[in-house]
């Protein structure tokens, strides 16, 4: 396939997980990608895996914290100078921490707001005028399954999840008649780095049974701390349809992925 031919796109959280997955297929489906994201060597990592596959020549990369607005607006200012204009923007960055919420600092819950849902707000306010620019242009923003569902001790994690859903309606409204699609993908039991270092967030004093209802129904070869998980690339291919043109009727909306976790 070749959707992506001609189309000029930005993905935040590319150095790892499901941010570099929808690079790599992005670029493999004949995109003009810049990679964003606050690690330098993740950035590196991402680059080299283009190398490999033989699509780094359109690939660019940028360093942006989506958490700090001055780098929001270098960073994407940088980024629309080197595609010369901007198709589809893919915001995949966002941190995920755990605790009971009787023990949640106002510091982390707004860490995790400022980073998840002010970061997501900061990066489209920021493209929004390239965008609108174009007569087909796409905001892919990253939810979670958390956002509808029970994840247990993510109260701030799901609430930044959820304003991002309520933001990208929002978004699929305002500037629809002008042509920008905007759409929500929720995933749910995919490994990353995120899903890897859970463990470690969880409060000591957990009851892991909390959890159980949070594993996929269809067979995976995959696991993070033991339980069952899809890949970053059934992620990518679920954002590449919907930025593309097959995904030209879809908006205002959010599509779960998570190999039944929420049947």
Not at 146 to 162: D, E, I, L, T, V
Not at 215 to 221: A, D, F, G, V, Y
Request: charged fraction near 20%; proline fraction near 3%; include cysteine.
């Amino acid at each position: 396939m070749n959707r992506f031919a001609e189309r000029r796109v930005l993905v935040t959280g590319a150095a790892s997980g499901i941010g570099q997955a929808t690079v790599l297929r992005l670029l493999e489906e004949g995109g003009t990608v810049v990679a964003a994201d606050v690690s330098d060597d993740g950035l590196k990592r991402t680059w080299a895996l283009a190398e490999a596959k033989g699509t780094a020549g359109r690939l660019d990369t940028t360093t942006i914290d989506i958490g700090d607005e001055t780098s929001v607006i270098d960073g994407v200012r940088e980024s629309i100078d080197k595609l010369g204009g901007l198709d589809v923007l893919v915001n995949a960055a966002g941190i995920l921490r755990a605790s009971h919420t009787h023990d949640t600092s106002l510091d982390l819950w707004n860490q995790v707001i400022g980073i998840n849902l002010t970061g997501t707000f900061l990066v489209v306010r920021e493209c929004l005028p390239a965008l609108l620019r174009c007569e087909r242009s796409v905001v892919v923003n990253f939810s979670s399954t958390s956002a509808a569902f029970a994840h247990p001790y993510m109260a701030a994690y799901a609430a930044s999840k959820g304003g991002i859903q309520s933001f990208t309606h929002a978004l699929s409204l305002e500037y629809g008649k002008q042509g920008l699609r905007a759409v929500s993908v929720a995933p749910g039991s995919i490994k990353t780095g995120i899903t890897d270092a859970t463990a470690g967030y969880v409060p000591a004093d957990a009851d892991w049974a909390l959890f159980a209802k949070l594993s996929p129904i269809l067979p995976t070869t995959l696991e993070s701390g033991g339980a069952a998980m899809g890949g970053p690339e059934q992620v990518a291919g679920v954002v590449a349809m919907l930025a593309s043109d097959d995904g030209a009727f879809i908006t205002g909306t959010e599509i779960r992925i998570d190999g039944g976790t929420h049947a």
